[in-house]
């Protein structure tokens, strides 16, 4: 089945595109999509471990499972002054 991730800030940069669909076996642990997510585009590694996660409205945890018919949002750190 296809998980659909939204990617923001600089993750939408990198990965050149805002949404993707990557083939992973759901349900599955955020964590696990991250690691698939990051087998399709490597150059997302050094960012991913300060993703923040969310589903919906929700903030996740990459220990929460994954439904094959939700979209993640990852959402980049924000730095400012």
Known sequence: MKQKI????RLREVASTQTVELSVDTPCTIAEAL???VREYPALADTLPRVACAVGDEMRTRQDILQGDETLVLLPPVSGG
């Open 6 to 9: 939204e990617l923001y800030g």
């Open 35 to 37: 690691t698939a997510l």
